[in-house]
């Protein structure tokens, strides 16, 4: 199994990003081996809007099963949900953090976007 993280940075001690759409990497992993690919966001940075559609298709395109995040916005979480990636919302701290979070079921799996399309 492989999950993504929305992160700040290149590694398992950066923050996660609270934003999906416009984070700055997704820290892709197995959460068992934590076996850490970094992959870049910054097609999704500058655009007016679709980010989180066009950050959904790099996660999507790595094959994962999980999305771990701060949040997730309407456009993008249906995108995720349509490729049958479950995303859990409300992540806080460095990505280990968040990612142990996952391994012992303390992260919430989410229903539905956390914030209105359009957040920053």
């Not at 992959?39 to 980010?51: E, F, K, R, T």
Request: aromatic share 6%; net charge neutral; charged share 20%.
């Amino acid at each position: 199994m492989k999950v993504a993280v929305s992160t700040t940075g290149k590694t398992l001690n950066d923050p996660v990003d609270p934003r999906f759409g416009r984070a700055q990497y997704f820290a892709i992993l197995d959460p068992e081996a934590m076996d850490l690919t970094v992959i870049d966001n910054n097609q999704s940075l500058g655009l007016p809007q679709g980010a989180g559609i066009q950050a959904a298709q790099t996660v999507i395109n790595e094959k994962v099963s999980a999305l771990i995040t701060g949040n997730c916005g309407p456009k993008a979480f249906a995108t995720l949900k349509a490729a049958g990636i479950a995303v859990y919302t409300g992540a806080q701290g460095t990505v280990r953090e968040a990612v142990e979070q996952f391994k012992a079921g303390t992260l919430v799996k989410a229903d539905d976007a956390n914030v209105p399309g359009h957040w920053s």
